[in-house]
């Protein structure tokens, strides 16, 4: 059965950098695209990044310029580097596949916390 690990997050500053990881253990096949998720308190799970197998790429537009999602498909890894970073981006971070319509192709893991202070 295969799981989503998320790493990376933590405490940073206002202004500061953290960079996640999304490695998928188990059973090895190809993953198509993948995206990154965030959930903050109180509010609704909201998309972040998705890139293709292929490497194109898309933003939501509160991180466009600030976040850079890229993948290694040889380690079926995606990462979320995340520069600039606001108080607005403390969040729960998810990784998934997405599928047509709102389905996912995993089941959500625990995630990874970020925090960013003022």
């Known amino acids: 059965q295969v799981q989503l690990v998320e790493s990376g997050g933590g405490l940073v500053q206002a202004g500061g950098s953290l960079v996640l990881s999304c490695a998928a253990s188990?059973?090895?096949?190809?993953?198509?695209?993948m995206g990154w998720y965030r959930q903050a308190v109180g509010r609704q799970r909201e998309l972040v990044a998705t890139?293709?197998?292929?490497?194109?790429?898309n933003y939501a537009d509160s991180v466009k310029g600030r976040f850079t999602i890229s993948r290694d498909n040889t380690k079926n890894t995606v990462y979320l580097q995340m520069n600039k970073m606001k108080p607005e981006d403390t969040a729960i971070y998810y990784c998934?596949?997405?599928?047509?319509?709102?389905?996912?192709?995993?089941?959500w893991s625990q995630g990874t916390q970020v925090t960013v202070s003022s």
């Open positions: 890139i293709t197998r292929g490497g194109n790429t």
């Open positions: 188990g059973t090895f096949f190809q993953i198509g695209t």
């Open positions: 998934n596949a997405p599928l047509s319509g709102s389905s996912f192709l995993f089941s």
